[in-house]
């Protein structure tokens, strides 16, 4: 809050402060991008559902990115999914974002689905995401790590998102 209490509204924005690391998996193809930008993957993160991959978040990143295809086509009842684990405590949950279309295009709450696999490095509390309509074969996930927030009293509500992120897909 600010010293002066007499303010009704105060507004704030965030950002990651310092490095921390995200360990994410697919079901079954992946790229993870931070404010945009595709982070490398030696191995393409192929297949990997039960293993996760961990990437370096660098500080002042604002906007996580993922990318995951279903190699199966997205048939329905498949169970694709995303899941994911951030080392400050963020997981894959209600709070990211998710669309069968792009990172700019249908955007909504993202879905969770029961896959029920555990992830080694992931927390059991996070959820496997995807779309509501399973029959997508690609989905595009994100979860904003800066958000314009107002303080009311004992509560805090997002109110809107930071500007908008180029993504270079």
């Not at 993922?66 to 199966?72: F, P, R, S």
């Not at 800066?146 to 809107?160: D, H, N």
């Amino acid at each position: 809050w600010v010293e002066e209490l007499n303010h009704a509204t105060v507004y704030c924005t965030r950002s990651l402060a310092q490095p921390t690391t995200i360990t994410a998996t697919c079901d079954d193809q992946m790229v993870v991008y931070f404010d945009g930008v595709a982070q490398a993957d030696a191995d393409d993160n192929v297949n990997k559902a039960a293993s996760g991959s961990t990437y370096t978040i660098p500080a002042g990143t604002q906007t996580i990115g993922v990318k995951c295809t279903d190699n199966n086509g997205g048939i329905e009842r498949n169970w694709a999914g995303f899941y994911a684990a951030l080392d400050n405590g963020i997981v894959s949950d209600e709070s990211w974002d998710c669309s069968s279309e792009s990172f700019d295009t249908g955007m909504a709450p993202a879905y969770p689905v029961d896959i029920g696999t555990p992830v080694d490095g992931i927390p059991s509390h996070a959820k496997w995401l995807w779309v509501e309509e399973l029959n997508h074969a690609t989905v595009y996930c994100t979860r904003s790590l800066a958000q314009l927030t107002t303080r009311v009293p004992f509560t805090y509500r997002v109110i809107e998102r930071c500007a908008p992120i180029q993504w270079q897909v």
